[in-house]
């Protein structure tokens, strides 16, 4: 396949330093300012370089990497709420021009679930977004293994920062403040953690589950939501005295969307530590499916990537 990938961030350089080892050329790479671009392929590795040191990434203008032969557009610019632009603006293109979309994007799934699933529907191309939840966990594969009709419920831990944060919080009977710092110093939480800790970014991802489950109906402003900002030092320690700890779980069903902080038993698979991500998937017929890894980080997100595009059928 050829990729045309939009968004040169971890994710993004990451398909493209990973796309050749598993078969398929990239044609084009951009930011939100510049663009390589080469129908025969571009020269990713120095493509690369010049972005990491500062540099821009080509001559050309991102919006050229539209007018090149590509057969798929990856799509990982930074999650947008509310109308979830541009990224739905550059999947609806693609889809209008009968090309495949992956996305790592977040923003047009959850928010704008239905107008997807109407553009795929007109198109001759096809929409993958395994890389929005879970990073390199196979969550939404597995639900289309099982089939979404046989699934009754998905919960989980889907955010690497908060889990860290509780993990620390309880393991050292530290405050919430000053593994937040920590958390920040070791580049495990960003120097805006708001979308992590108030349970923005699990709720995105629990809502792109509840979407597939029920078809579409559901947004951020569908789910109800509660971060780990206020709990207290003490509330981990009085967990542990009770053989339980705190996780900020979520949880989607046909009937909604819920993310915040529970107790659970201490040796429960829910008591992931660290960035460890896990989730659950509840099946009428195969029982309780547990899978667990990385959530977050350029190559984990990239194999789940690379990965909806080896299930890409050929274009016509």
Known sequence: MKLAILGAGDVGRSVADLAGEYGHDVVALADSTTAAVDANGIAVRETIDRKVNDDTLGTADPDDIFETEYDVLVE?????????????????????????????????????????????????????????????????????????????????????????????????????????????????????????????????????????????????????????ENIPGSALDLAAEDGRTIRLIGEATRDGVRVGPRLVPENSALAVTGTRNIVQIETRHAGSLHSSGRGAGGPETATAVLSDIGRLPPLE
Do not use: C, W
Request: charged share 20%; no cysteine.
């Open 76 to 228: 990982a610019t930074p999650t947008t709420l509310g109308d979830a632009q541009p990224g739905f603006s550059h999947a609806k293109r693609t889809l209008t021009d009968d090309r495949h979309v992956v996305l790592a994007n977040k923003g047009p799934v959850a928010e704008r679930y239905e107008e997807l699933q109407g553009l795929e529907a007109e198109s001759a191309g096809s929409v993958r977004f395994e890389a929005t939840v879970g990073g390199a966990i196979p969550v939404l594969s597995t639900i289309e293994d099982e089939t979404p009709q046989a699934v009754t419920a998905i919960r989980g831990v889907l955010n690497g920062t908060a889990n860290f944060i509780l993990t620390r919080m309880a393991a050292e009977g530290l405050d919430y403040e000053h593994v937040l710092a920590e958390a920040q110093d070791l580049g495990v939480a960003e120097a805006d953690p708001t979308f992590d800790v108030d349970g923005t970014d699990a709720a995105l991802k629990f809502v792109i589950l509840a979407n597939v489950l029920a078809d579409g109906g559901f947004s951020l402003s569908d789910a109800t939501v509660d971060g780990i």
